[in-house]
């Protein structure tokens, strides 16, 4: 497992790497990041309809294939307004390697998550991301502004 983190956009980043943020279960999509991913991938909807269909609730996480991306939606805390805390970010974290596992992911792109909107501290989320990584084969890109 390698990650590299620099300065950059994340969705510059070539379609082979999937992408990963973290979400409310309310799939409310209307601030930080996330604004940007309902932007370019219209997931809302299939969110929505996911949730409402799956009787496991938050914390978890959620891929969608839409316009020939792979994007991961880790559903960290209920509300938009509400903030995760470190066990529901672990658990959606670790939900995101079992599906990694399933679908073959070798690379993955990330802001920074859980640390803008949510408050959870790089260092911390940085650290959960090396172990819970650590042994897979696969390259983690982080991008930040």
Not at 50 to 65: A, G, M, Q, S, V
């Amino acid at each position: 497992m390698t990650i590299n983190e620099e300065k950059g956009n994340l969705f510059d980043l070539p379609s082979e790497y999937a992408l990963v943020h973290c979400i409310s279960e309310d799939c409310a999509l209307g601030a930080g990041i996330a604004v940007e991913f309902q932007r370019r991938f219209k997931i809302r909807d299939i969110l929505k309809k996911h949730i409402r269909n799956e009787t496991k609730r938050y914390p978890c996480t959620i891929w969608t294939n839409t316009m020939g991306r792979l994007v991961f939606n880790m559903i960290t805390k209920e509300k938009y307004w509400h903030k995760p805390t470190c066990e529901n970010f672990e658990l959606a974290l670790e939900e995101l390697i079992e599906l990694c596992k399933q679908l073959n992911v070798r690379k993955l792109g990330m802001p920074r998550i859980g640390c803008g909107l949510d408050r959870l501290q790089w260092t911390w989320v940085k650290r959960k991301i090396e172990e819970k990584f650590a042994d897979m084969d696969i390259e983690i890109q982080v991008r930040y502004l």
